[in-house]
Nanobody, 116 residues
Framework: QVQLVESGGGLVQPGGSLRLSCAAS????????MGWYRQAPGKQRELVAA???????NYADSVKGRFTISRDNAKNTVYLQMNSLKPEDTAVYYC??????????WGQGTQVTVSS
């Protein structure tokens, strides 16, 4: 069964940190480009960070220098380390897997709330 399962979301104070994890199953993880997206209430889903199958990364300008995406192909898992969190980072965060011959797969999402 093809599945992406996110974990690690929660409530954190401004300036705090969280690490999101996304465990993949049913796919050849190493050949997929992986990404983290987020959607805040009333807003469109946006790309936060992505990492290609070859390990190249890119980030939204709003998170550069604060967030780090990484992957562990042996564990079929992609991570998003989020530091110096701001209230505007509050959103549901979604994991995405893309392979050109199959298209996109999405996780169910995990809530991140940054509030004092």
């Amino acid at each position: 069964q093809v599945q992406l399962v996110e974990s690690g979301g929660g409530l954190v104070q401004p300036g705090g940190s969280l690490r999101l994890s996304c465990a993949a199953s049913g796919i050849i993880f190493s050949i997929n480009d992986m990404g983290w997206y987020r959607q805040a209430p009333g807003k469109q889903r946006e790309l936060v960070a992505a990492i290609t199958s070859g390990g190249s990364t890119n980030y939204a300008d709003s998170v550069k220098g604060r967030f780090t995406i990484s992957r562990d192909n042996a564990k079929n898992t992609v991570y998003l380390q989020m530091n110096s969190l701001k209230p505007e980072d509050t959103a549901v965060y979604y994991c995405n897997a893309y392979y050109r011959l199959r298209g996109n797969i999405w996780g169910q999402g995990t809530q991140v709330t940054v509030s004092s």
